[in-house]
């Protein structure tokens, strides 16, 4: 009512506006002061009366420091002007908030851009009412006394959302009389150069509600765009926000989904999983159920590089690998890299997965959890302080014991399965300057009866600086830190029981730059430190065991590069990315290293000394320049043309003879025998836009050359000596595929993607005597060689409550070495087997469902709610996880382990307090 009666006294007066604030300047400096106070020093000062009477602002302290400026001045940074509407009204200042003071009332048309200027102020935003009584809001770049004509000048919009007041990455200015536009960063900043005048502008981004605005440009400068949640569910509208979100727009061989589509996926237990959404996509197989690793573009597991913001991850699943290690409920989107690999990147042969978490609430408290039979979850987002500081807490929990406790079977009903893991984000904003701090921390236990035990952790912790240096230059500082560690006590063979520790830990620095040139040009550049530490731990015997202890030792290794990639557009129809990247890797002492003779013949007989290198002194070094192309060429309105060129390099390896990645799997550093390897990955590809069917279809190939390459002997033990290199040889790798998507995307009923990809992975090594030979150094399938993959995914919006969507999934069965023939010495039968991976295990075909039904969304509800409905493995069909075998007086018998042969069930509740449309 106060308002409303400030409103009509207003109007009352009528509409004449003073243009000059006072005749007095005035000369603040205050700290802590309530804002009635500095009112009235304001007042005192310039003779100026100030009107409000928002409460929020009564209870607001103000710390500033200005002289010689005006009343108007000092009062409009004193405030928020995107929630205020400060303006001088009879030689008063009057402050508003819900309620708009109109400054004159006009007809208003579209306007192409022109050499006029109305007059106005610097930086400030106004209000017009059309005569249908519609708000369109105008905003000035700049003072009026320093509009020149035909000038380019670069303008900077910030957009950020309403309801949380975090900042909105991948939305969109498009200007409609330029036909152009720019997209949003990582930090929402949206960058173009404008030649003086007035535009229409509109900002959109994927479930907000577009914004126009009348822009008027003097002069260079920047603003703040505010864009709210949608209450209206849209018909038939694609609005692309990231462009890497778009097949057309995307770089080339990268893939990018968003959280909310991640949460779409129907799953066994109930909880989105990053890695198995990721392999529903083109170029990307997981060899079978059950396993936290995957392979990219015929890479092994090992190759791909898994960020949380920022911090690496070196084991992705929980309950060896039925559950993600990744909270669902933080992560806004990820970003997979495996084509063109941007040159801030390095490290991995295959691919980057860059999982970046959505960040704090700064306007409002909102809890998200979800509870189902195994597990449960909570995400808490605090704000501290007002569109400043916040909070984002994440906890989950599992208790699955009772479901083992059920199974008939002594050695089931023995053995435990837990884990947990715990996320806490600090986000802290300033008008120039972002700060974020995050922590992660997940433990898991695995129990087989009394038969084995694995315990394994990972630990991480990144803080991250947003720096802006004028409006060109921006800059972001991480320190990083990561350990994984692991514990395994393996009592199956009595006779070789053991227990084993070991821990990799991984500390990092970066900073990264960007640097615009002009609104087709910009550099980024920067240098990027990273220190491996192993601990191989000890293998100790258990009991009456047989085995000999073996102390693995430790190893370290420091890994520097600079790197710079300039993104230009020449013209309209083409895009390059040019970048390099220059490593330097060194190998560290302490340790111990065999000297073999000719250093050639690397074998146990061929060993002629001993070579000891003290605390951290050289080892080895070894250098890497890396040039990284990509071109994107519009052929045409809706199809374009995308090619690129990868150099990458791999100082970290795996050392696993199995296909698949378990938690005892350990991690090797390239030294003085084992050389880091090293690969070329071309690509090429056609993308198109079927606006009819608002469809988008892709095209891909790749052939990618790896030399170097690690791979493991025949009967390989890496638990059973310290050398490694006696264990391990080197050859070459050879990869290529084609990769088909179809896709439908956006605001529709039915949306979703096919993906085919036929890919070969052929791994050669043929040393120059036979024991250095795998396969008689013939060329053989690598163990995850899958030549054909076929995934569908397919989401039903039945209605704004009920959604449904299913997947299927089918791929060859991954090659293996089969025994085919026995033959006897003395009575002794001895197993001879075929080629390495000469034969396959059966094809594999999963179809899984899911119904998602939401409760009321009336959006003043307390809590909101829905229910998760899902099976897994639909069709009940017993997949192959591996095929062993056993001997017996009968001679050799074939056996075939599954993991789920049967459909899984799961219901989760899921619940949310607060506004529906919140984070």
């Given at each position: 009512m106060i308002n409303r009666a400030l409103l009509f006294l207003l109007l009352s007066f009528g509409f004449s506006v003073s243009l000059i604030a006072q005749k007095n300047n005035v000369n603040i400096s205050c700290t802590d002061l309530s804002f009635q106070k500095f009112c009235d020093k304001i007042t005192f000062e310039s003779g100026t009366k100030i009107y409000y009477s928002d409460n929020s602002l009564k209870s607001k302290s103000i710390t500033l420091n200005v002289s010689n400026a005006t009343a108007l001045q000092a009062v409009k940074m004193a405030v928020d002007?995107?929630?205020?509407?400060?303006?001088?009204?009879?030689?008063?200042?009057?402050?508003?908030?819900?309620?708009?003071?109109?400054?004159?009332?006009?007809?208003?048309?579209?306007?192409?851009?022109?050499?006029?200027?109305?007059?106005?102020?610097?930086?400030?935003?106004?209000?017009?009412?059309?005569?249908?009584?519609?708000?369109?809001?105008?905003?000035?770049?700049?003072?009026?006394?320093?509009?020149?004509?035909?000038?380019?000048?670069?303008?900077?919009?910030?957009?950020?959302?309403?309801?949380?007041?975090?900042?909105?990455?991948?939305?969109?200015?498009?200007?409609?009389?330029?036909?152009?536009?720019?997209?949003?960063?990582?930090?929402?900043?949206?960058?173009?150069?404008?030649?003086?005048?007035?535009?229409?502008?509109?900002?959109?981004?994927?479930?907000?509600?577009?914004?126009?605005?009348?822009?008027?440009?003097?002069?260079?400068?920047?603003?703040?765009?505010?864009?709210?949640?949608?209450?209206?569910?849209?018909?038939?509208?694609?609005?692309?926000?990231?462009?890497?979100?778009?097949?057309?727009?995307?770089?080339?061989?990268?893939?990018?989904?968003?959280?909310?589509?991640?949460?779409?996926?129907p799953v066994m237990v109930g909880e989105p999983d990053v890695i198995k959404a990721s392999a529903m996509l083109p170029g990307i197989v997981s060899v079978g159920e059950g396993t936290s690793g995957i392979n990219v573009r015929g890479g092994g597991s090992d190759q791909?590089?898994?960020?949380?913001?920022?911090?690496?991850?070196?084991?992705?699943?929980?309950?060896?690998?039925?559950?993600?290690?990744?909270?669902?409920?933080?992560?806004?989107?990820?970003?997979?890299?495996?084509?063109?690999?941007?040159?801030?990147?390095?490290?991995?042969?295959?691919?980057?997965?860059?999982?970046?978490?959505?960040?704090?609430n700064r306007k409002e408290f909102s809890l998200h959890g979800g509870v189902s039979p195994m597990a449960a979850n909570l995400v808490s987002s605090i704000p501290?302080?007002?569109?400043?500081?916040?909070?984002?807490?994440?906890?989950?929990?599992?208790?699955?014991?009772?479901?083992?406790?059920?199974?008939?079977?002594?050695d089931i009903s023995n053995s435990e399965v837990d884990f947990s893991d715990f996320s806490l984000g600090v986000y802290y904003d300033l008008p120039k300057t972002q700060v974020s701090l995050f922590a992660y921390h997940s433990s898991d236990r695995f129990a087989f009866s009394h038969l084995n035990e694995y315990e394994y952790s990972t630990s991480g912790v990144s803080l991250q600086i947003n720096q802006s240096y004028g409006k060109r230059l921006r800059a972001n500082y991480a320190l990083v830190g990561s350990m994984y560690k692991f514990g395994s006590w393996d009592n199956i063979e009595p006779s070789r029981s053991y227990e084993h520790d070991y821990s990799i830990a991984q500390n990092e620095f970066k900073a990264d730059f960007t640097y615009i040139i002009n609104n087709n040009n910009k550099i980024k550049f920067g240098i990027n430190s990273i220190f491996y530490g192993l601990d191989r731990g000890k293998v100790m015997p258990l009991y009456s065991s047989k085995l000999t202890p073996v102390d693995m030792g430790s190893e370290k290794g420091i890994e520097n590069a600079i790197y710079i990639t300039d993104v230009w557009n020449p013209t309209e129809w083409l895009e390059l990315n040019a970048g390099f990247r220059y490593t330097l890797y060194?190998?560290?002492?302490?340790?111990?290293?065999?000297?073999?003779?000719?250093?050639?013949?690397?074998?146990?007989?061929?060993?002629?000394?001993?070579?000891?290198?003290?605390?951290?002194?050289?080892?080895?070094?070894s250098h890497f320049p890396e040039f990284r192309f990509a071109a994107n060429i519009i052929a045409s309105k809706r199809s374009n043309v995308k090619l690129?060129?990868?150099?990458?390099?791999?100082?970290?390896?795996?050392?696993?003879?199995?296909?698949?990645?378990?938690?005892?799997?350990?991690?090797?550093?390239?030294?003085?025998?084992?050389?880091?390897?090293?690969?070329?990955?071309?690509?090429?590809?056609?993308?198109?836009?079927?606006?009819?069917?608002?469809?988008?279809?892709?095209?891909?190939?790749?052939?990618?050359?790896?030399?170097?390459?690690?791979?493991?002997?025949?009967?390989?033990?890496?638990?059973?000596?310290?050398?490694?290199?006696?264990?391990?040889?080197?050859?070459?790798?050879?990869?290529?595929?084609?990769?088909?998507?179809?896709?439908?995307?956006?605001?529709?009923?039915?949306?979703?993607?096919?993906?085919?990809t036929y890919s070969r992975s052929l791994v050669e090594v043929k040393g120059e005597e036979h024991w250095q030979n795998i396969n008689n150094g013939k060329a053989y399938p690598s163990a995850y060689d899958i030549p054909h993959s076929v995934n569908l995914f397919l989401n039903i919006k039945l209605s704004k409550r009920v959604n449904f969507s299913t997947t299927m999934n089918y791929q060859t069965g991954r090659p293996i070495t089969f025994p085919i023939s026995i033959y006897y010495i003395n009575g002794i039968p001895f197993v001879d087997y075929?080629?390495?991976?000469?034969?396959?295990?059966?094809?594999?075909?999963?179809?899984?469902?899911?119904l998602t039904i939401e409760g009321n969304?009336?959006?003043?509800?307390?809590?909101?709610?829905?229910?998760?409905?899902?099976?897994?493995?639909?069709?009940?069909?017993?997949?192959?996880?591996?095929?062993?075998?056993?001997?017996?007086?009968?001679?050799?018998?074939?056996?075939?382990?599954?993991?789920?042969?049967?459909?899984?069930?799961?219901?989760?509740?899921?619940?949310?307090?607060?506004?529906f449309d919140a984070n």
């Open positions: 002007t995107l929630y205020y509407q400060v303006i001088i009204w009879n030689n008063s200042i009057v402050i508003t908030k819900d309620y708009v003071v109109p400054l004159s009332v006009v007809q208003y048309k579209y306007e192409q851009p022109v050499e006029e200027i109305d007059t106005s102020k610097k930086d400030e935003i106004r209000y017009y009412r059309t005569a249908k009584a519609a708000v369109l809001k105008k905003i000035i770049i700049g003072r009026r006394s320093n509009y020149k004509q035909n000038t380019k000048v670069k303008i900077i919009a910030r957009i950020t959302s309403l309801e949380n007041g975090n900042v909105i990455p991948g939305s969109t200015i498009y200007i409609k009389s330029l036909q152009k536009g720019a997209v949003a960063d990582k930090q929402g900043i949206a960058e173009m150069e404008l030649v003086t005048g007035k535009y229409i502008i509109v900002i959109k981004s994927m479930g907000m509600k577009p914004q126009e605005y009348r822009l008027l440009v003097y002069e260079q400068g920047h603003f703040d765009i505010i864009l709210s949640t949608k209450s209206v569910e849209l018909s038939s509208i694609n609005i692309y926000g990231d462009r890497q979100m778009s097949l057309m727009k995307r770089d080339p061989g990268i893939e990018k989904v968003s959280g909310k589509t991640l949460k779409k996926l791909n590089a898994f960020y949380l913001n920022k911090i690496p991850v070196f084991n992705t699943s929980h309950m060896l690998g039925f559950f993600p290690a990744f909270n669902a409920d933080l992560i806004r989107d990820f970003t997979i890299y495996k084509g063109y690999i941007p040159s801030e990147f390095g490290g991995k042969l295959s691919s980057v997965f860059d999982i970046e978490t959505r960040k704090g501290i302080i007002d569109d400043k500081l916040s909070l984002l807490v994440s906890a989950r929990k599992s208790y699955s014991n009772w479901i083992l406790k059920k199974v008939n079977d002594k060194n190998a560290m002492g302490t340790k111990d290293i065999y000297e073999y003779k000719d250093n050639k013949l690397i074998d146990e007989y061929y060993v002629i000394d001993t070579l000891h290198y003290g605390n951290n002194e050289v080892i080895s070094t690129s060129f990868t150099q990458m390099h791999q100082s970290l390896f795996m050392l696993n003879p199995t296909a698949t990645v378990a938690p005892t799997s350990q991690w090797k550093l390239a030294d003085y025998h084992l050389k880091p390897s090293r690969s070329n990955q071309f690509s090429l590809g056609y993308f198109r836009d079927i606006v009819k069917y608002g469809m988008e279809a892709s095209l891909e190939g790749y052939y990618k050359h790896t030399v170097d390459f690690t791979e493991f002997r025949d009967g390989a033990d890496f638990l059973a000596n310290d050398k490694v290199e006696l264990s391990v040889l080197q050859g070459t790798q050879k990869s290529y595929g084609l990769e088909f998507m179809l896709r439908r995307r956006g605001e529709y009923r039915f949306t979703g993607w096919l993906a085919y075929s080629d390495r991976n000469a034969y396959r295990i059966p094809y594999y075909f999963r179809m899984d469902a899911s969304l009336r959006r003043d509800k307390f809590i909101h709610s829905s229910l998760v409905l899902s099976i897994y493995n639909l069709t009940g069909r017993d997949n192959p996880y591996s095929v062993y075998f056993t001997t017996s007086s009968k001679g050799v018998k074939t056996n075939q382990y599954s993991v789920i042969a049967i459909p899984v069930f799961t219901a989760t509740w899921i619940f949310k307090l607060g506004n």
